[in-house]
């Protein structure tokens, strides 16, 4: 069986791309996470400044939740606004 030269050699050009750039994410990341950890240490100073005797092990670490991203809060919003407004009175 014969293998397409062409073809393997292109998918190996798109996949050392995408081996490059998920590396440079990787490297992107560790920056914001070393930032990210800063400035907890900074908040947790504050905690500490304000009240001397707190613990901050008990604090969970949580995620914000976002909005399914095919729904924003404009659009939703938006609509009954236009069906009131044009159904008063005309």
């Keep these: 069986m014969r293998r397409a030269k062409i073809l ?5 050009h798109t996949l050392e791309q995408l081996h490059a750039e ?3 994410k990787i490297l992107d990341n560790k920056a914001e996470a070393k930032r990210l950890a800063e400035a907890m240490v ?4 504050v905690l500490k400044l304000l009240e001397p005797g707190y613990d901050v092990r ?3 670490v949580r995620r914000r939740r976002s ?5 924003g ?3 939703c919003s938006a ?5 009131y407004g044009t159904s008063r009175g005309r």
Aim: charged letters at 10%; a positive charge.
């Design 73 to 75: 809060a404009a659009p």
């Design 22 to 24: 998920l590396g440079g």
């Design 67 to 71: 909005l399914t991203r095919g729904f």
């Design 58 to 60: 008990p604090i969970a």
């Design 42 to 45: 900074h908040v947790e100073a």
């Design 79 to 83: 609509a009954p606004l236009r069906f």
């Design 8 to 12: 393997t050699t292109q998918a190996t």
